[in-house]
Every structure is written in C-alpha cells, then in structure tokens.
C-alpha cells in the first residue's frame, strides 16, 4: 500500500503544472550609428517576486504593457508609464491574461486568455469603457499571437508540434501555414511581410508573404534561443545568456555582438521588444 501512494504521489506531482519563472523586465536606450547599434541608461521596469514578463510597447513608445503574476497568483495585465515609473494594473478578472499587444486600430489590447475551463483563444479588451470581447470562438489552443493588419494576424497554435497559422477576424477561422515552430512572431516593419522561427531543422527565421503563404530564411538563430525583434530600420535583435546580437539581413554574414549584461546582473535573456521610433529595447530576464 505505501508503495501504491508513494507512486501516486510521484504521479500527481509530475502532472502538477510548473509555475512559471521568476523574470523581470529591463528598459535599455538603443542607438544607431550607421552600421552599429548601441545601448545604454538600463532601466528596471519591475522588481517583484515572481512572473513579469511579454513585454511590448504602445504605438506612442510612452508605455509599455506586461503580464504579471503577484501575490494572488493571478495572471493580468500592467500598464508601465515609462516616465512616470508607475505600474498600472488593466484587468482584473478570474481568467488569466498574457501576451497583451495594442490592437491596430490603438483603441484595445489583445490577449491570449485562459478561460476557466483552460481554453486559451485569444480576445481584445478596450482601453476606456466596454467588455471584453472573444475574437476567434474556433480557434483555440493560442499561444501567441501577432497583429498583420486589422484583420489578419500570425498565431502559434499550440499541439505536437506547434503550428503557425494564418487567422482572419473576420472570418472567425485559421488557416495552417507551417509546423514545428517557434514563440516569437512579428509583422517586418515597413513592409506587408511577417517573420516566425522554423524548428523544424537548425532553427532559422524566416521571412513569410501572408499573400502567397511562401516563406524564405532569413538567418540562423542563436543557439539556444528563440525570443527575437525587428527595429524600425530593419534590424534583427537576438539575445543569448547576457548578451545581446544584432542582425542587418542582406549586409551582415552573421550575428554581431551588440552589448554583455552581465556586469549589470542581467542574465538568461529570453522575450525583447522594440518601440515604434527604435529608440528602447525592452527584454526580459531572469531574477
């Protein structure tokens, strides 16, 4: 019989799910100067115990929003006034939210929420007055999503393996594009075209034209890491341990080391965010 429980206890706690980890997020300044991109003035954004992290900014580059998990246990939405340094919480629901983005029209965020039967699809919620709203009734499981215009988006679908697909609103359906890919999805600035990372062999970003569903690679990633962003100018950052990279496709061969956190204690980098004017990188890291 103690064998039997024993077993059972080992059992319940492999399927117990795992919290998430402990990471904050960090402002840096970027410039550029001609080829070569540089950073400085590292701002803490959040400092609590626990989950802060999916950061991205708003159209007006003043604000940047954010999942956090705090003392309840509970997944919501901030709202960090970069110059003020103030964190305003934006929901307060018995679901959990994540991967807050400003929708196109500026006048909501979407969010992959976990309804509570565990459902995760995606919904917008406004900024002023209203309810929030489901977007994609069908499609489900979202694990993140990325706004092509305002109607089509790029979504991981999360299964065995994961899928990118191809979602019209107003459609309210998905199309499969690829499988066997990574988180990080992004719209290439100032142009029609989206970015995600191939897993399916040496991971590689590619470059995809919604309009012909054809992808072409782009470069490969740093070993180790998925998390990447697009600045205005067309640069690709990357990060991997302390270090960040940047890369110019068509111009640079590789990866070029763009700056080592480490002195500054900051560590095992993974998501990162550009605002509109190129001007701050936002990334997340390990506490």
């Known amino acids: 019989m103690f064998l039997r429980l024993a077993f059972l206890a080992l059992a319940q ?28 003035k590292l701002l803490r954004v959040t400092d609590s115990q626990g989950y802060d992290n999916q950061p991205s900014f708003t159209p007006d580059g003043r604000a940047l929003l954010y999942t956090s998990i705090r003392e309840d246990n509970q997944a919501d939405i901030y709202r960090h006034d970069l110059a003020a340094k103030t964190s305003a919480r934006l929901t307060t629901t018995s679901e959990a939210e994540y991967s807050p983005t400003v929708t196109p029209d500026g006048r909501a965020f979407s969010v992959i929420r976990v309804e509570k039967d ?10 002023g007055a209203g309810e929030p709203q489901l977007l994609l009734a069908d499609v489900k499981p979202v694990g993140y999503h990325a706004w092509l215009d305002a109607d089509a988006l790029l979504l991981f679908v ?39 990372l191939d897993k399916s062999a040496v991971w590689t970003i590619r470059r995809l034209d919604p309009r012909t569903k054809q992808s072409e690679p782009i470069v490969a990633a740093l070993d180790g890491s998925e998390d990447y962003a697009w600045t205005p100018d067309g640069r690709l950052l990357m990060a991997q341990g ?18 080592d956190l480490a002195e500054q204690n900051v560590r095992r980098i993974t998501r990162l965010a550009v605002s509109p004017k190129g001007d701050r990188l936002a990334l997340v890291a390990a506490e």
């Open 242 to 259: 302390s270090r960040l990279f940047a890369h110019r496709p068509g111009v640079d061969a590789t990866w070029r080391i763009v700056a």
């Open 118 to 127: 565990g459902t995760q699809r995606l919904w917008r919620f406004p900024f």
């Open 158 to 196: 999360l299964g065995r393996p994961a899928t990118l697909q191809l979602a019209s609103v107003k459609h309210g359906r998905s199309e499969s594009l690829a499988s066997d890919v990574g988180r990080s999805l992004h719209r290439i600035p100032g142009t029609h075209k989206a970015s995600y």
């Open 13 to 40: 706690a492999a399927a117990a799910p795992q919290p998430p980890p402990a990471t904050d997020i960090y402002v840096l300044e970027l410039r550029a100067d001609g080829a070569r991109l540089g950073v400085s």
